[in-house]
């Protein structure tokens, strides 16, 4: 809150610097209307919305991609075949890329089902008497996905368990969407941010992978065993990044 006042004594309208500052310029267009929903409190709302559900759920699913990669070195070694046959050390990644990496997105698609950081969805409550399944829900059951259970779905996974690229590719060796990839959730309460989040995973992911090799430190193989807080994500550990 404090940050966002320091931005209302400062703002330029017609020069704005971050977020803030163009939330701030749509409260001030919108202030006749306040159905339209740009006030400060929904501007705090959406701050927090971008560094808790929009940074940790990123992050930890960087760190599991790390952790992943350290346990398995020769699946790194055909991202980083991938990387340089496509783009190569001259540029840095960019989206237009993808389509071209199917199995770096393969491998993306596995970090985020095996290491299955949300994996019971946000609690919701029933707003109404309601039916689902054949179950009846009263008005004000608390209910939640256990995605989880769909993402080691022994009927849905070749190799549920094990951490495998191979769920995502098909026999030539294209790429292959699931059915039972839901890490964003599904319906309408799913994430709002699942379009950015899969843009700034291969980014990140693929410039990584690009510049460094990661290693570990001698004794010191990172767990597969998630720790559970706001995101089940890796234990703490320690990685040698060796520039390539
Ligand atoms: C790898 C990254 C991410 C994962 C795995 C993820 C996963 C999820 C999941 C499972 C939910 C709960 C859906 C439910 O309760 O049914 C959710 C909700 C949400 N996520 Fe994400 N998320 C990610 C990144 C982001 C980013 C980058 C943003 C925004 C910048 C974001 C914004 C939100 C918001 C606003 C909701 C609440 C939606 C609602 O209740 O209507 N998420 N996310």
């Given amino acids: 809150m404090a940050e966002i006042k320091k931005h209302q004594e400062e703002v330029n309208p ?4 971050d977020f803030i500052d163009v939330y701030l310029g749509e409260v001030e ?17 959406c701050t927090l919305d971008l560094m808790e559900a929009g940074t940790e759920s990123t992050t930890t699913t960087l760190r599991w991609a790390m952790v992943l990669m350290m346990n398995y070195p020769e699946i790194q070694a055909k991202v980083q075949a991938e990387i340089d046959a496509v783009i190569g050390q001259s540029r840095q990644p960019t989206l237009t890329d993808r389509p071209e990496m199917p199995y770096t997105d393969a491998v993306i698609h596995e970090v985020q089902r095996f290491g299955n950081i949300v994996p019971l969805g946000f609690p919701k409550m029933a707003s ?9 829900i009263p008005k004000g059951t608390v209910t ?21 690229p191979g769920h995502f590719l098909d026999a030539e060796g294209r790429f292959q969407r699931r059915d039972a990839f839901l890490p964003f959730s599904a319906g309408k309460r799913a994430c ?11 980014l990140f992911f693929s410039a990584i992978m690009q510049r460094f090799t990661l290693t570990t430190l001698p004794g010191e193989m990172p767990s597969l065993v998630g720790v559970q807080g706001f995101t089940n994500a890796p234990e703490q550990f320690r990685v040698m990044a060796v520039p390539r």
């Fill in 14 to 17: 017609d020069d704005p610097r």
């Fill in 29 to 45: 267009k919108k202030k006749e209307d306040p159905l339209a929903g740009f006030n400060v409190d929904t501007l705090l709302v």
């Fill in 128 to 136: 109404k008497d309601t039916t689902l399944g054949g179950y009846f």
């Fill in 144 to 164: 939640t996905s256990n995605l989880a259970s769909v993402l080691f779905d022994k009927n849905e996974w070749e190799t549920p368990d094990v951490f495998n």
């Fill in 192 to 202: 709002l941010g699942e379009h950015l989040a899969k843009m700034q995973l291969f």
